[in-house]
């Protein structure tokens, strides 16, 4: 069975795609995509096979050093990610091979996410209508040709001090390759597209960080690209 054939896939994906269809109808201008809940022990507990498929908006884009408010947020999180920018449209069908051709460049990402309600194999398909808690995104202005990883380091910073240090992005994430791929075939299940120019954050190289209520910053370095950082208020 391919991971979007999953029942509550099936069910919640329809669902978020027609949500992202009226926010863009609206006016909005659509940014990419994004996945979650892909660290293999998550999605043993879930009971999938891929990580879950969610969209991102212009309006969600936060420029490195910007500040994000957290009123409102029941379960601030934060995760240092590596961001994909597409050359070219991929289409349903794609392998790791034609992810790896379509893929313009990469770049240092944090996504920002409020966990609630926490995901359990039951109410999956609330968490895909709801985008995967999705809220803003944070990219970096440097970038790096191609998807090539070889050489890359990733530095996570919190209250100014490294906290986590990786020369293998992909552990927790699996391949970005397959990833992209993934992105790809679960949209064209739906009836969309990942098209050129669309960006996909890729999944938490570390596990998610759980933003403390005195923490005001959080930094991601992916050397030799680049680092993206954001600041937080509770205003």
């Given at each position: 069975?391919?991971?979007?054939?999953?029942?509550?896939?099936?069910?919640?994906?329809?669902?978020?795609?027609?949500?992202?269809?009226?926010?863009?109808?609206?006016?909005?201008?659509?940014?990419g995509w994004k996945?979650?809940?892909g660290?293999?022990?998550?999605?043993?507990?879930?009971?999938?096979?891929?990580?879950?498929v969610?969209?991102?908006?212009?309006?969600?884009?936060v420029l490195?050093?910007?500040t994000?408010?957290?009123a409102?947020w029941?379960?601030?999180v934060a995760?240092?990610?590596?961001?994909?920018?597409?050359?070219?449209?991929?289409?349903?069908?794609a392998?790791p091979?034609?992810?790896?051709?379509?893929i313009?460049?990469i770049?240092?990402?944090i996504?920002?996410?409020?966990?609630?309600?926490?995901p359990?194999?039951?109410?999956?398909?609330?968490?895909?209508?709801?985008?995967?808690?999705q809220?803003?995104?944070?990219?970096?202005?440097n970038?790096?040709f191609?998807g090539?990883l070889?050489?890359?380091t990733?530095?996570?910073?919190?209250?100014g001090?490294?906290?986590?240090?990786?020369?293998?992005?992909?552990?927790?994430?699996g391949?970005?390759?397959d990833?992209?791929?993934?992105v790809?075939?679960?949209?064209?299940?739906?009836?969309?597209?990942?098209?050129?120019?669309?960006?996909?954050?890729?999944g938490?190289?570390?596990p998610p960080?759980?933003?403390e209520?005195?923490?005001t910053e959080?930094?991601?370095?992916?050397?030799?690209?680049?680092?993206?950082?954001?600041?937080?208020?509770?205003?």
């Amino acid at each position: 069975m391919n991971a979007w054939d999953h029942p509550l896939i099936k069910k919640g994906m329809p669902l978020q795609l027609e949500k992202r269809r009226a926010r863009i109808a609206a006016g909005e201008r659509p940014l990419g995509w994004k996945v979650g809940l892909g660290a293999p022990a998550a999605m043993a507990r879930l009971g999938i096979t891929g990580p879950a498929v969610g969209y991102l908006m212009q309006r969600a884009l936060v420029l490195s050093g910007g500040t994000v408010s957290f009123a409102g947020w029941t379960t601030p999180v934060a995760e240092a990610e590596i961001c994909v920018r597409m050359a070219t449209d991929l289409r349903g069908g794609a392998t790791p091979e034609t992810a790896f051709a379509a893929i313009k460049e990469i770049l240092p990402a944090i996504e920002l996410a409020d966990f609630d309600p926490p995901p359990t194999p039951d109410n999956l398909d609330v968490v895909l209508e709801g985008d995967i808690y999705q809220r803003h995104v944070v990219l970096c202005g440097n970038t790096r040709f191609g998807g090539g990883l070889a050489g890359l380091t990733s530095r996570l910073f919190r209250r100014g001090q490294e906290v986590s240090h990786t020369t293998d992005p992909e552990a927790l994430t699996g391949k970005l390759t397959d990833i992209v791929a993934h992105v790809a075939n679960t949209l064209a299940a739906f009836g969309e597209k990942l098209s050129a120019g669309d960006v996909i954050i890729t999944g938490s190289i570390t596990p998610p960080i759980m933003i403390e209520a005195d923490e005001t910053e959080i930094g991601h370095a992916l050397d030799p690209i680049g680092e993206v950082s954001v600041n937080f208020t509770r205003d």
